[in-house]
């Protein structure tokens, strides 16, 4: 989860929805709300610079990387060889909600995510709130997660340093860098998708080599675990897998920088999401060829295990680089997006304002990056990287649910461009696909996620009140 563009969610989300809010009250909701927007006659307008290719791997990017190289063995222990169905499951489920993204984004392209959809659709503030804060949430126990996919098997290669000492060693890292001040850009993201992929692509390929040999079982890609029906192991299962695909979402907060918004971002979103599955696809073929379920479940670095077993000639430590670059910049760039998504919120008065305060110099903000950074280390030690994964899957799921609500609810409200409709079908489908993967979730998840809502509720309810003195 997260890309560079993130840091603009609050810009975008927080001014958005003032400005749109403002709007209303002069009687004025679709002025400038067009797809094309007027960009030459107002100061705040953003630049729309990015094209169809760089959305795409904008895109690309944020949904590749830390899930598969983390997760992909937890999915084995769950559905057994058939590693692939529950990927391809959870592609269609994120499909379906992805029709929504699509239409709203493009109706509303100034809008600014699921946060100001959620405020259009039911106007109550603290759902809002909730939805912004969920994807808070999810970010920083998102983070926790791959804190502890790092400190695993991968970085077992070059060092043998116990799991949760080093997550929380790397997190606090990851925090001192945050706030040093980081410059990213769409270049960098383009530098580290590639790497990302390479990753995958080595991974698929050495699994054609070792079927070349005679040394792979194709037939174990179609074996299911034997506890349980196939159906639910796939349920289950999909419920991690679909860890693997979140970050789409984010893409809807960059929405007034896309040029020809209205045609160019359901391509790229699903061109994306399609690329995305079909390599999750051919990764959960590969590593089923290559090993049992069992080896791959008793391994944190399940593709470093099959690049091993391949035994070609390619130095595992070289892929663990590629599997640490990846999950390192996906930890990175998500601290970053909470700590500034916090820093926003208090800036706007839904979090305590001690949360805005920034470094004299650096100019980063110390304080949400202190905050951000503790709740994640706290989060590490309180479950397993599956658990802290279905946490993520949870409170994305709040959001998710909110958002097949809003394009439904909003679906008679007229705007003055053309722009992509789902058919009515896809958000109800996607509601059901929601509901049943929170029936797969455990109690310690639905404890954890609670927790975590309530201290937004709790930091809500202070800001409000202080607001009002």
Known sequence: MGTCLLLRWRHVTMKTGRTLHMRRAAGAENVDETAGGDEGGSKN??????????????????VLGAGIYALVGVIAGEVGGAVWVPL????????????????????Y?????AAVFAQRAYRKPLISFLVGFSMLAAGVTSAAGLALAFS????????????????????????????????????????????????????????????????????RVVEFDDSRSPALAVLAAALLAYYSFVGFETSANVAEEVKNVSKVYPRALFGALLTAGAAYVLVGLAVSVVLPADELA?????????????????????????????VANGALLTMIMASRLTYGMASE???????????????????????????????????????LAETVVLLLLFVFISTNIAVLVLRRDAVQHSHFRTPIIFPILALGTCVA?????????WLRASLLLAVGVVLYALSRRRSTK
């Open 152 to 219: 695993g098997d991968y970085l077992k290669a070059f060092i043998d340093v116990p799991t949760v000492p080093a997550a929380l060693v790397f997190l606090l890292l990851v925090g001192l860098l945050n706030a040093r001040g980081i410059k990213e850009s769409m270049r960098a993201n383009v530098v580290m998708t590639v790497v990302e992929v390479t990753g995958l692509v080595m991974v698929v390929v050495l699994a054609c080599v070792v079927l070349g040999h005679g040394d792979g079982t194709l037939s």
């Open 88 to 107: 391809l499951v959870a592609l269609v489920m994120a499909l379906l909600t992805a029709t929504s993204y699509a239409e709203l984004v493009t109706k």
């Open 109 to 113: 392209p100034r809008a600014g995510g």
């Open 45 to 62: 307008v953003l630049t729309r610079a990015i094209t169809g290719p760089l959305l795409f791997v904008f895109i690309l990017g944020d």
């Open 349 to 387: 008065g839904l979090l305590p304002s001690a949360f805005a305060r920034v470094l004299p110099r650096r100019r980063t903000p110390w304080v949400a990056i202190i905050a951000t950074t503790a709740v994640a280390m706290a989060l590490c030690v309180t479950g397993s990287l599956s658990a």
């Open 437 to 445: 993967l929170l029936t797969q979730q455990s109690a310690a998840t």
């Open 298 to 326: 008793a391994s944190s670095g399940p593709l470093l295990a099959v690049v091993s077993a391949a035994d070609v000639g390619v130095p595992p430590r070289l892929f663990s680089l590629i599997a640490l670059v990846a």
